[in-house]
Nanobody
Framework: QVQLVESGGGLVQPGGSLRLSCAAS????????MDWYRQAPGKERELVAA???????NYADSVKGRFTISRDNAKNTVYLQMSSLKPEDTAVYYC?????????WGQGTLVTVSS
């Protein structure tokens, strides 16, 4: 069974840091680009960061310099290190990858940035 399971969300004060993890089951992981998306209340889901199988990364302009995506192929896990968090980073964060015939999503993990 292929699946993605996120963890690491929570409540953090502005300026704080969190690290999200996404554990993948299935043999696809080391070959796939892995993404982090987020969806804030009342807004559309947006791409936050992506990392290719070779380690090339891309970021949304809103998180450049603050967020870092990385992967550990030995652990089938992709991470999102978030620093200098802002209230506008509050959202449900989803792990995603594209398989041959479908999009695979995790269940999401809530990040709340508030004092």
């Amino acid at each position: 069974q292929v699946q993605l399971v996120e963890s690491g969300g929570g409540l953090v004060q502005p300026g704080g840091s969190l690290r999200l993890s996404c554990a993948a089951s299935g043999s696809f992981f080391r070959f796939n680009t892995m993404d982090w998306y987020r969806q804030a209340p009342g807004k559309e889901r947006e791409l936050v960061a992506a990392i290719t199988s070779g380690g090339t990364t891309n970021y949304a302009d809103s998180v450049k310099g603050r967020f870092t995506i990385s992967r550990d192929n030995a652990k089938n896990t992709v991470y999102l290190q978030m620093s200098s968090l802002k209230p506008e980073d509050t959202a449900v964060y989803y792990c995603h990858t594209k398989l041959t015939i479908l999009d695979l999503w995790g269940q999401g993990t809530l990040v709340t940035v508030s004092s």
